[in-house]
């Protein structure tokens, strides 16, 4: 039996949690709890394998509890709201990069149905612990690097990130020069109702500017642009602009690292720097090979900083990383291939 902790200020709420948990055989409630504290303190006493956490409550919210829960007794959290407004989406996305696994909307048509495969599916997950911040300060880029540009020869930098990602991309974009000399490409796995909103966390969060692509758009030559792939549409390269797709999922995701990898892969006129981050699964891991196969440059996220060593796992056994860094090492690495502080 999967044991999941409960969590919501609502009586009402947490009651129909409850039942929809209850109705399912493989699961069983280890607990009940109406604040981030309370919850905090029954993990301690517990141990459940899995947590349903409500974002907005009183005492601490939900944000601050996965802070806490993932820097001192790990464990796979879903966070559930109601997504009712901009600000709600942006607590979502901080908890998700505080260590919350996955996100799920109250309101969505079928979410009794939803919620037990999410929490069968995070309570499979091995977590590892995330220390609790409040918060990355931009880095101003002269006081880092030397941003004289040398003679780098990679014309493009991409990364894939999943379960984890939104706060590791923003650890490595943070490290990024402002005049970065090369454009980027980021595909994450995020809910389609926060695509658009990660857009405007990382850009309000970082130094580079942050654009969800139109179809069409040209991205060849914008120094310190990162295009961030919107809901629902694969992003790809094609004759130097990007493009949206709405073909069908690969790996069960849309938009798809893969696809995006491999896109780039096949443009002769790119040589590409190709980063794999924590995630589940293994979309990015038959891609990533292609940039390598290539002439690209590829690096994977190290099993110990990644949240979920998945998708960086199968690329490192399927023999397509260059590299294999912890995250901390990352921009560097990608620094200096840009050629810049040559």
């Known amino acids: 039996m999967i044991r999941v902790?409960?969590?919501?200020?609502?009586?009402?709420?947490?009651?129909?949690?409850?039942?929809?948990?209850?109705?399912?055989?493989?699961?069983?409630?280890a607990g009940e709890a109406e604040n981030g504290k309370a919850a905090f303190e029954l993990v301690k006493s517990v141990s459940p394998d899995a947590i349903i956490l409500d974002l907005v409550m009183p005492v601490m919210d939900g944000q601050e509890a996965t802070e806490l829960i993932m820097a001192y007794h790990p464990t796979p959290i879903i966070i559930h709201s109601s997504a009712a407004n901009r600000g709600e989406d942006y607590k979502t996305i901080d908890a998700l990069s505080a260590g919350a696994l996955d996100s799920v909307e109250k309101t969505m048509e079928d979410w009794e149905q939803?919620?037990?495969?999410?929490?069968?599916?995070?309570?499979?997950?091995?977590?590892?612990?995330?220390?609790?911040?409040?918060?990355?300060?931009?880095?101003?880029?002269?006081?880092v690097w030397?941003?004289?540009?040398?003679?780098?020869?990679?014309?493009?930098?991409?990364?894939?990130?999943?379960?984890?990602?939104?706060?590791?991309?923003?650890d490595?974009?943070?490290?990024?020069?402002?005049?970065?000399?090369?454009?980027?490409?980021?595909?994450?796995h995020v809910a389609d109702s926060l695509q658009n909103t990660l857009g405007d966390w990382?850009?309000?969060?970082?130094?580079?500017?942050?654009?969800?692509?139109?179809?069409?758009?040209?991205?060849?030559?914008?120094?310190?642009?990162?295009?961030?792939a919107p809901p629902?549409?694969?992003?790809?390269?094609?004759?130097?602009?990007?493009?949206?797709?709405?073909?069908?999922?690969?790996?069960?995701?849309?938009?798809?690292?893969?696809?995006?990898?491999?896109?780039?892969?096949?443009?002769?006129?790119?040589?590409?720097?190709?980063?794999?981050?924590?995630g589940m699964?293994?979309?990015?891991?038959?891609?990533?090979?292609?940039?390598?196969?290539?002439?690209?440059?590829?690096?994977?996220?190290?099993?110990?900083?990644?949240?979920?060593f998945g998708m960086p796992k199968e690329a490192i056994e399927l023999g397509a990383a260059s590299t294999v860094l912890p995250v901390s090492e990352i921009p560097g690495e990608i620094i200096k291939l840009a050629g810049i502080g040559l």
Do not use: W
């Not at 939803?114 to 880029?141: C, D, F, M, N, Y």
């Not at 540009?149 to 493009?156: A, D, S």
């Not at 490595?172 to 994450?188: E, M, S």
């Open 5 to 29: 902790l409960v969590v919501d200020d609502s009586l009402s709420i947490r009651k129909k949690i409850c039942e929809i948990i209850d109705r399912d055989p493989e699961l069983t409630v």
């Open 202 to 228: 990382l850009k309000n969060n970082s130094n580079l500017d942050v654009v969800v692509p139109a179809d069409g758009q040209t991205f060849k030559g914008r120094r310190g642009t990162v295009y961030l």
């Open 232 to 278: 629902g549409r694969h992003l790809i390269v094609e004759n130097g602009d990007l493009r949206l797709t709405a073909t069908p999922l690969v790996n069960f995701c849309r938009p798809s690292i893969d696809v995006l990898f491999r896109s780039v892969a096949n443009d002769q006129q790119l040589t590409t720097i190709g980063v794999l981050l924590t």
């Open 114 to 143: 939803e919620l037990p495969l999410r929490v069968k599916r995070a309570a499979g997950i091995k977590v590892v612990t995330h220390l609790k911040r409040k918060g990355i300060k931009k880095l101003q880029s002269d006081s």
């Open 281 to 308: 699964g293994n979309d990015g891991a038959a891609g990533l090979k292609a940039i390598k196969d290539s002439g690209g440059y590829t690096i994977a996220q190290d099993e110990e900083t990644s949240m979920v």
């Open 146 to 170: 030397d941003t004289a540009i040398g003679p780098g020869r990679y014309n493009l930098l991409v990364m894939g990130a999943s379960t984890g990602g939104p706060r590791v991309v923003l």
């Open 172 to 188: 490595i974009i943070c490290q990024l020069p402002r005049d970065f000399p090369i454009p980027i490409i980021v595909v994450i």
